[in-house]
């Protein structure tokens, strides 16, 4: 069918045969005015993450008074959301005094060009399309890493402990993305270090992924009631509050399911994902926490800082589950995982 193409040896197709490709079409000239957001430098996005997040957030706190999806959770005290909010306050210290270790790490790794992404960059001809192509590589990795390290904190009995702040609030709103305990964040951003350097991203890209990712964490935890079947449509693409809200069960099977941050694939490709015909029917919570350890400062602050063993939570009824999950739930149990025992240690 390609015979006319003629063989595709070393000699005929080269990397400048590619960027011609690429560049003498429309895709090649469309996409290159994407890059203008990349030229800006790191300053300017380290301003621009912040205001898209406040202003996403502001946005769906009044969507979610207008069009809430669970009537239930609209009642979410106005105490618990500035708490949250007091957390978050907390997380940006704590994150702010990575800056300049990120900025280090991301810079020598440039400089001695090592990386999965700079030995690619050495490959390629310079090039608008082959740039673009390369920071949307690194938004994926970083999502992917995202992801791994999600799994990580639930699976990894010294992270769930911190962990479990975010998962033990009964109510599920948008300052729920902002619940996390500043251990958590610290971790976070020391385990961080090494897979930027592996990776090999810069900067730019790291506060790109940030810029990207605060909007959509803030959108797969708020209560607002979305029209006909756009939750379901969309999840097949990014994290929706309906395949979110999943997460936040106090079943266990659940808890431990639908991790990605941005891109709802990686739970599909390594087996997470999880749903529900009717999402208003999971119950939103950890068992094993008090009314102080959920609902005030203190016991939010004190999470973690001792040994606790949450609870897997009650399994809801077949008839809440789809017939595929019970049946894969069933086989699982069947080779002796089960739901009983208490969860890791928090």
């Avoid at 045969?17 to 000239?29: C, H, V």
């Amino acid at each position: 069918m390609f015979g006319g193409l003629g063989p595709m040896n070393s000699q005929s197709w080269k990397p400048d045969s590619l960027r011609f490709f690429f560049e003498s079409t429309s895709i090649g000239s469309g996409v290159a005015s994407g890059l203008s957001l990349l030229n800006m430098h790191e300053t300017d996005l380290s301003f621009i993450s912040p205001a898209t997040a406040a202003i996403s957030l502001a946005l769906l706190w009044i969507a979610e008074s207008l069009l809430p999806a669970f009537i239930e959770h609209r009642g979410s005290s106005r105490g618990g959301r500035w708490r949250n909010l007091f957390l978050a306050g907390l997380n940006i210290l704590v994150a702010s005094g990575f800056a300049g270790l990120i900025l280090f790490v991301t810079n020598l790794s440039q400089q001695t060009n090592f990386g999965l992404l700079h030995q690619a960059r050495s490959l390629l001809p310079e090039s608008s399309t082959f740039t673009l192509l390369l920071v949307l590589a690194s938004f994926v990795l970083l999502d992917l890493w995202g992801y791994a390290f999600h799994v990580l904190a639930h699976q990894v009995p010294w992270l769930w402990r911190f962990h479990a702040l975010h998962h033990n609030a009964d109510h599920f709103e948008v300052t729920l993305a902002l619940r996390f305990h500043a251990v958590e964040i610290a971790l976070q951003g020391l385990l961080s270090l090494p897979i930027y350097f592996l990776l090999g991203v810069g900067i730019q890209e790291v506060l790109l992924y940030q810029l990207v990712l605060m909007p959509i964490a803030f959108f797969h935890h708020c209560n607002v009631s979305l029209p006909g079947n756009l939750d379901r449509i969309l999840s097949w693409v990014i994290v929706t509050p309906g395949m979110h809200l999943i997460h936040h069960s106090r079943w266990v099977r659940e808890t431990d399911s639908n991790y990605a941050p941005v891109f709802s694939i990686w739970d599909r490709v390594f087996g997470s994902f999880r749903w529900r015909e009717r999402p208003s029917t999971v119950a939103v919570g950890l068992d094993g926490f008090d009314e102080k350890q959920i609902h005030t400062l203190g016991g939010m602050l004190q999470t973690g800082l001792r040994a606790k063993a949450s609870h897997p939570g009650e399994r809801p009824s077949n008839e809440l589950i789809p017939e595929a999950l019970v049946e894969r739930d069933d086989r699982v149990e069947g080779i002796g995982v089960s739901d009983s025992a208490p969860h890791r240690c928090s």
